[in-house]
Antibody, heavy 120, light 111 residues
Framework: QVQLQESGPGLVKPSETLSLTCGVS?????????WGWIRQSPGKGLEWIGI???????YYNPSLKSRVTISVDTSKNQFSLKLSSVTAADTAVYYC?????????????WGQGTLVTVSS | QSALTQPASVSGSPGQSITISCTGS?????????VSWYQQHPGKAPKLMIY???KRPSGVSNRFSGSKSGNTASLTISGLQAEDEADYYC???????????FGGGTKLTVL
């Protein structure tokens, strides 16, 4: 059973960079699939942030593209999210997930999520 | 405002059937058979219930079914059970510029 686990600071100051990592177990990232980040603001719906392929190819939500960087470290079997210049509007539960990719676009495995609060 | 439109809430009694709609456009739902549906219980991660419009992942009850007509996708839950009470989100591929869009979510209450 594929498992994903988010990790990173739960509190980030405004204007700083939010950094999260997603560790993957029971599946080698370098074997394929896409890996992505989705967030959910308190009491709100889901918002797709972006995805990355094990080769490093990335696809970002156009509304966040200027502030987002997603990278992959196949040696550690993990991938990461960086979101710059954060504001209170970036306070959310951040999920990492797997997406089969190619012509298939759905998220089949999800991490438990981690709450990131943007506050001074 | 979400790219896909869902009703904020729906309700039904145990044993009944309900349908949740997800309305998009010709740029997403209408152009691709790539709608997925997720169930989310409070404080939990979303769970994939339907993919590619009507396919069920292994382990998902056959009480859950998906369909599409034009720019609107639908999730139907038959034989409602108390455990079905949750938030449901639709999601669609939206082309090579936008890629993925979600609906705003629908809260299902089992009366």
């Amino acid at each position: 059973q594929v498992q994903l686990q988010e990790s990173g600071p739960g509190l980030v100051k405004p204007s700083e960079t939010l950094s999260l990592t997603c560790g993957v177990s029971a599946y080698s990232i370098s074997s394929g699939y896409y890996w992505g980040w989705i967030r959910q603001s308190p009491g709100k719906g889901l918002e797709w942030i972006g995805i990355i392929y094990h080769t490093g190819s990335t696809y970002y939500n156009p509304s966040l593209k200027s502030r987002v960087t997603i990278s992959v470290d196949t040696s550690k079997n993990q991938f990461s999210l960086k979101l710059s210049s954060v504001t209170a509007a970036d306070t959310a539960v951040y999920y990492c997930a797997r997406l089969p990719g190619g012509s298939v676009w759905y998220f089949d495995y999800w991490g438990q999520g981690t709450l990131v609060t943007v506050s001074s | 405002q979400s790219a896909l439109t869902q009703p904020a809430s729906v309700s039904g009694s145990p044993g009944q059937s309900i349908t949740i709609s997800c309305t998009g456009s010709s740029s997403d739902v209408g152009s691709y058979n790539l709608v997925s549906w997720y169930q989310q219980h409070p404080g939990k991660a979303p769970k994939l219930m339907i993919y590619e419009g009507s396919k069920r992942p292994s382990g998902v009850s056959n009480r859950f079914s998906g369909s599409k007509s034009g720019n609107t996708a639908s999730l139907t839950i038959s034989g409602l059970q108390a455990e079905d009470e949750a938030d449901y989100y639709c999601c669609s591929y939206a082309g090579s510029s936008t890629f993925v869009v979600f609906g705003g979510g629908t809260k299902l209450t089992v009366l």
